[in-house]
């Protein structure tokens, strides 16, 4: 599994659609995240984390080339993940600024 995480800044917005809010949402940086790490931040959340996780992703497959939007309870959980399990810190994510979630 890869262990370098960092936010990727697009020269152009990508597309992620938010079925909730029946549209698309557009983002100009994101996160790859590797699909088993992303299954285990997943269940590393809490109960209300996850139910708001669900509430911005219906419906979406946790496999690899899904995209996802994040939110800042998304970027705290994956921060405090990677922070915890690999001494690793990801400060640009908990800036409070939009991003996606790519899973490879």
């Known amino acids: ?7 990727i800044l697009e020269p152009s917005p990508v597309n992620v659609s938010h079925d909730t809010y029946r549209r698309e949402c557009q983002y100009t940086r994101g996160i790859h995240i590797e699909e088993q ?6 269940n590393s959340m809490c109960h209300d984390s996850r139910l708001y ?9 946790i496999k690899k080339g ?15 993940y990677y922070k ?13 600024k939009d991003f996606y979630v790519k899973i490879i």
């Not at 599994?1 to 936010?7: P, Q």
């Not at 790490?37 to 997943?42: H, N, R, V």
């Open 1 to 7: 599994m890869n262990r370098k995480i960092e936010m």
């Open 37 to 42: 790490e992303f299954k285990a931040i997943l």
């Open 84 to 96: 915890t399990y690999y001494d690793i810190e990801v400060p640009d994510i908990i800036n409070g």
């Open 53 to 61: 996780f669900d509430f911005h992703n219906p419906r979406k497959e």
């Open 66 to 80: 899904t995209y996802l939007n994040g939110h800042s309870g998304l970027a705290r959980n994956i921060y405090d």
